[in-house]
């Protein structure tokens, strides 16, 4: 059977997954993109329409990571609705699992993030930073959508404010994501192929951001987000694709913990890395220690104090978050010792 790889295009299908195809079996399988998860059932595209799908059991001795996600790219069974391999990924979104430093993919594949904050009350630069430092991580750039403008006391500063913290490439804009004509205004990144993920806090106005791109109500909003006992409800991450040919994932219910790793972090505190090499100590923490080219960069008023201290703040998080980690692991493998010698001395019935 041939596949007709235009229709996949329109899925974001390029040459790097068309390189990943094992030619000689290309009668047996086929492939698809993941476009919704919602607990073990996957819905993908394929060249012949959407299907419903589960994974090859082999999947179950994977690592989190390295299951499908919403965005992969994968490869079926002819015969079967089954996903039998996931392609290798061009970009991977990443969280830390609750209570662990494993991480779990939660969307592959995309060339955008949005990172959506409100200019309203809840705006804060050191919660629009974090989500920087998870572009840096996943290795995606960053667009800043400063949402609620019509909220806002004074958007431009906000948005300037913003600006200085943005790595090269980057760009930010406000915008009331209710009433803007957004597919106008983001035009330049919606082209066919590119894939979006937009992430950022509870009540930010993702899913009215995913809406209005859409042009149709395809993702809930506000208050109907929780059932009749006010519980959150829990949607299914979904990748929808738009009417200009781009493709858009939205990441429900999305925290902010555990977002964070050492490498992000120094990729999102450039100037910080940067004067590193210069500080007298090779593991100069940038505290206390004499000769810090990090410190003096701060007292010189090279340096905005308030990005050193946020530095030092999400580093604390992070070490203090993979110590705790360390400490469950070896109180598990403790226990588990201690229980090994109990059932040999019932055994020997001591
Ligand atoms: N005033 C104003 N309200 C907004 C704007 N964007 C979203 N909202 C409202 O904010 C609430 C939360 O939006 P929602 O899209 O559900 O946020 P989500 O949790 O990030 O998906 C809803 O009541 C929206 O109508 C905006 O630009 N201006
Ligand atoms: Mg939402
Ligand atoms: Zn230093």
Redo the contacts with the bound molecule.
């Keep these: 059977m041939s596949i007709d790889f235009s229709r996949l295009v329109a899925f974001g299908w390029s040459n790097f997954f068309l390189g990943q195809l094992p030619l000689d079996r290309l009668d047996t399988v086929h492939p698809a993109r993941v476009i919704r998860v919602e607990r073990s059932s996957y819905r993908v595209a394929t060249a012949d329409g959407e299907m419903l799908v589960t994974l090859a059991g082999r999947f179950q001795y994977q690592h989190a990571d390295e299951r499908p996600t919403v965005g992969d790219w994968v490869l079926l069974q002819q015969d079967a609705p089954v996903i039998i391999e996931c392609l290798l990924r061009r970009t991977l979104l990443t969280r830390r699992q609750s209570g662990g430093i494993d991480s779990q993919a939660i969307a592959a594949n995309v060339d955008l993030m949005l990172v959506?904050s409100g200019l309203d009350a809840e705006f804060n630069l050191h919660r629009i930073e974090r989500y920087l430092v998870m572009a840096a991580q996943a290795g995606v750039t960053p667009l800043m959508i400063l949402?609620?403008?019509?909220?806002a006391e004074n958007a431009e500063a906000a948005v300037e404010q913003v600006r200085a913290r943005l790595p090269a490439g980057a760009d930010v804009m406000s915008?009331?994501?209710?009433r803007d004509p957004l597919s106008e205004r983001l035009a330049p990144w919606l082209s066919t192929g590119t894939t979006l993920v937009v992430v950022?806090s509870?009540?930010?106005?993702?899913?009215?951001l995913v809406n209005n791109l859409a042009g149709v109500e395809v993702q809930s909003?506000?208050e109907t987000?929780r059932d009749a006992k006010g519980r959150h409800t829990t949607t299914a991450r979904a990748l929808i694709r738009l009417p200009g040919g781009a493709c858009i994932i939205d990441v429900p219910g999305m925290r902010e913990v555990g977002l964070t790793t050492e490498g992000g972090i120094n990729a999102q505190f450039r100037s910080i890395a940067d004067l590193a090499p210069a500080c007298r100590f090779i593991d100069c923490t940038h505290e206390e220690e004499p000769g810090c080219a990090v410190r003096a960069a701060v007292e010189r008023g090279e340096l905005a104090e308030d990005v050193w201290a946020h530095y030092l703040k999400l580093r604390a998080e992070e070490r203090h978050h993979v110590a705790e980690h360390e400490r469950r692991r070896r109180e598990r493998a403790f226990g588990k010792m201690v229980r090994s010698a109990l059932a040999t001395k019932q055994r020997s019935g001591q």
Aim: aromatic share 0%; proline share 0%.
């Design positions: 959506v949402t609620k403008q019509d909220l915008v009331d994501a209710r950022g509870s009540g930010v106005g993702k899913s009215t909003t506000g987000r």
